[in-house]
């Protein structure tokens, strides 16, 4: 079965790196600014005459409380007006990217991330999505994958009543820990029964999947504390399950400065707390994806998976990997064939750019032929746990043992390790590499020992 993991506490200890989560290859560490709006045009356009089908992340970047955990580009304010200001510039922006695509490329996935999108006013959310479809061809028969981020503490009956009315028809719930001594510890006071109203509203209004977040390596969290989190939530049933390393980077990310280092579970905690919830999950009938997700077997993603057409993008895990992806609002990613690009992270001059009627892309890279090959050796890697060569060779005329030569010792000391099967046709990730995946991938990443690992997370 594909979701068999066996657990190698030797293993894990010896290959818990620092290292990418690859949700693109090249990631955005290799990100620089010589790319810019004309590359993006052409991306467009190439993407109009291949008559791609389109995938959009709309980034609403406004909280009106902080958690100290959280290493998103976000804007704290209790201000609501704010949100309009951002909001006629993001019009802007999703009227100027538009005008480059044909109007009949269909959207046939839809997200909103941030932040907190229903920080937004309910007559603030109709006019986005109202502009949405006057622009783009949004599909009017709930086949799209139209999902929503959700604060429960910042949604109620009639706020999930409105989205499902708007076209979401996928929800995915931040609750990271219901430990209140957590809670307190990461200034994210959320209790079990507004999180079940909300998943209550979901289901009865036939939203098509819920998906909750989870964080292990909190403060305060034990192993028995979080066991209890999870078996509450396994209660609830969600459709997906998300389980978050945390890592805490003070350095890179303000927010987390306020939380007590001394307060944080000890490496072997988080361990144990990662061992016991994939115990629990799997014991309840989900299946490991992969990386840090898990859904139910009659899940779109256990699936592909089990068809090995599953993919991974800026998004996650997804079913939609052929499309192109448009990032719209402050710090989006954007992934148009071969180009990357990003918006500016900084909401003024991401507000003032397009005030001028000038995108806001600010960096980017556009893949040369090796990383168009690393990329699908990865991708296969990391959402199927196997490669065949003769796939990648086909795909780019080459030899594969050939033009990778020199990885093959580690290649060879991971399967003595028991990590992978290498043999002359294939790598199959074994069930004691599953969760180390991350590692294998690193194998073949060109550009990782350029950049300090402490820019990453660990693959644990």
């Given at each position: ?12 200890r ?23 709006t004309?590359?993006?045009f ?32 976000k ?12 909001l ?13 695509l ?16 229903t ?17 783009f ?8 994958d ?16 409105l ?14 820990d219901?430990?209140p ?26 939203f ?26 396994i ?13 805490h ?109 000038q995108?806001a892309?600010?960096?980017?890279l556009?893949?040369?032929?090796d990383?168009?090959?690393r ?70 990443d ?8 402490q820019?990453f997370?660990?693959?644990?």
């Amino acid at each position: 079965m594909l979701d068999a993991i066996r657990w190698d506490t030797d293993l894990i200890r010896r290959y818990d790196l620092a290292g990418p989560r690859y949700t693109s290859y090249p990631t955005a560490v290799q990100f620089n600014s010589q790319v810019g709006t004309f590359d993006l045009f052409h991306a467009l356009r190439d993407s109009r005459k291949a008559q791609r089908p389109l995938s959009l992340y709309v980034h609403v970047p406004f909280c009106a409380n902080i958690c100290y955990y959280c290493a998103c580009n976000k804007v704290i304010t209790k201000d609501r007006g704010r949100a309009q200001p951002y909001l006629q510039r993001l019009e802007q922006e999703i009227q100027l990217i538009a005008c480059h695509l044909d109007p009949t490329q269909k959207v046939e996935q839809l997200h909103f991330g941030g932040g907190t999108p229903t920080f937004l006013s309910h007559d603030e959310l109709r006019q986005l999505m109202a502009h949405l479809r006057k622009h783009f061809n949004l599909l009017d028969d709930d086949s799209g994958d139209y999902g929503i981020e959700i604060d429960p503490r910042e949604a109620d009956w009639s706020t999930m009543g409105l989205l499902r009315e708007l076209g979401f028809n996928r929800v995915s719930i931040g609750l990271q820990d219901l430990d209140p001594a957590v809670q307190r510890a990461v200034n994210r006071l959320q209790s079990l029964e507004e999180t079940r109203a909300v998943i209550d509203a979901a289901r009865t209004l036939q939203f098509r999947s819920i998906n909750i977040d989870l964080i292990y390596g909190l403060p305060r969290q034990t192993p028995e504390n979080f066991a209890r989190t999870v078996e509450e939530v396994i209660n609830l049933q969600p459709d997906r399950l998300s389980v978050f390393n945390y890592a805490h980077l003070p350095e890179r990310f303000m927010p987390q400065r306020r939380i007590n280092s001394n307060e944080l579970p000890t490496p072997a905690q988080k361990l144990e707390m990662l061992q016991r919830t994939i115990e629990q999950l799997i014991g309840a009938g989900y299946r490991y994806i992969g990386m840090d997700h898990f859904a139910l077997p009659d899940d779109e993603l256990a699936i592909a998976q089990e068809e090995s057409t599953l993919q991974r993008n800026f998004q996650g895990y997804t079913t939609h990997g052929h499309c192109d992806l448009i990032g719209l609002g402050v710090s989006a990613i954007s992934q148009i064939g071969d180009l990357y690009c990003q918006n500016s992270s900084d909401l003024n001059h991401y507000q003032n750019t397009l005030a001028s009627m000038q995108l806001a892309t600010s960096r980017g890279l556009l893949c040369n032929a090796d990383d168009r090959l690393r990329r699908a050796v990865i991708q296969q890697l990391i959402c199927n746990f196997s490669l065949e060569f003769s796939d990648i060779e086909q795909a780019f005329n080459i030899d594969f043992q050939g033009y990778f030569g020199e990885l093959w010792p580690q290649l060879q000391d991971m399967a003595k390790d028991g990590l992978i099967e290498l043999d002359r046709d294939r790598i199959t990730i074994l069930p004691a590499g599953r969760l180390l995946v991350r590692s294998v991938c690193m194998v073949f990443d060109a550009y990782l020992e350029q950049h300090s690992r402490q820019r990453f997370s660990r693959v644990i």
